[in-house]
């Protein structure tokens, strides 16, 4: 049997993950890390210069509206695990409701992003790119205040890197992460709660039609 989005949810279920070795890859392969990369929603770490960044950068955010355009973005580098099968994988998810996408523009530029899988009240984030500075920081500080926002309980970032650690996640063993997961699939969240997006700080305030799904960030004059 070949590799469909149901399989895919299955395996997100169970705590296993797919890559492949490259983009020209023709073989997909199952990763259980045995220490798990996890964000824990109450401790997203803003810094003094992300905060500065995100109260003078004009941006808006909008979600589920470039998805493709996102798992590309993720995609466009030297290396990559995302090949043509796990692409097509995830347009098939996000064509379903599981998977869903934060983009962040600069005018009419798609700049940043961020992508995963929701299933219950676990987000699980697969890949994030970056083609100003900060713009993928702003895509996760947007993303955990909306997963908060919508009930979530666990947002798995499956790898720890020293970028991710910077902004407040950590290493749990495998062991617990099956509880927090088994956990949060027995629970309900939603990737759009009713009334938002709310102000994520002092500046960011929501444009006309952000209950659609897009929010414009505008620098305070007062």
């Known amino acids: 049997m070949g590799l469909t989005a149901e399989v895919l949810l299955h395996a997100y279920r169970i705590g296993v993950f797919p890559m492949a070795q490259s983009r020209d890859a023709t073989e997909i392969h199952w990763v259980d890390p045995r220490r798990r990369g996890v964000f824990p929603l109450d401790c997203f770490h803003i810094s003094h210069s992300l905060r500065h960044h995100i109260l003078h950068s004009m941006v808006s955010v909008t979600v589920d509206q470039a998805f493709a355009a996102v798992v590309s973005g993720?995609?466009?580098?030297?290396?990559?695990?995302?090949?043509?099968?796990?692409?097509?994988?995830?347009?098939?998810?996000?064509?379903?409701?599981?998977?869903?996408?934060?983009?962040?523009?600069?005018?009419?530029?798609?700049?940043?992003?961020?992508?995963?899988?929701?299933?219950?009240a676990a987000f699980f984030g697969e890949?994030?790119?970056?083609?100003?500075?900060?713009?993928?920081?702003?895509?996760?500080?947007?993303?955990?205040?909306?997963?908060?926002?919508?009930?979530?309980?666990?947002?798995?970032?499956?790898?720890?890197?020293?970028?991710?650690?910077?902004?407040?996640?950590?290493?749990?063993?495998?062991?617990?992460?099956?509880?927090?997961?088994?956990?949060?699939?027995?629970?309900?969240?939603?990737?759009?709660?009713?009334?938002?997006?709310?102000?994520?700080?002092?500046g960011a305030v929501v444009a006309p039609g952000a209950a659609s799904g897009t929010s414009q960030r505008k620098t305070q004059t007062s």
Not at 79 to 101: G, M, V
Not at 162 to 180: D, F, M, N
């Open 74 to 120: 993720c995609a466009d580098r030297a290396e990559t695990w995302i090949n043509t099968e796990i692409f097509d994988l995830y347009n098939a998810l996000h064509a379903n409701r599981h998977a869903h996408s934060l983009e962040v523009w600069q005018e009419d530029r798609l700049i940043g992003g961020v992508y995963g899988v929701a299933i219950g």
């Open 127 to 202: 890949s994030m790119f970056s083609r100003a500075p900060n713009a993928s920081k702003l895509a996760l500080a947007y993303l955990v205040h909306r997963l908060r926002a919508g009930g979530f309980q666990l947002f798995d970032t499956q790898f720890l890197t020293p970028h991710l650690a910077s902004l407040g996640a950590v290493e749990i063993p495998r062991a617990t992460y099956q509880r927090k997961l088994a956990a949060a699939l027995a629970a309900e969240a939603t990737f759009a709660p009713a009334d938002y997006p709310p102000v994520l700080l002092p």
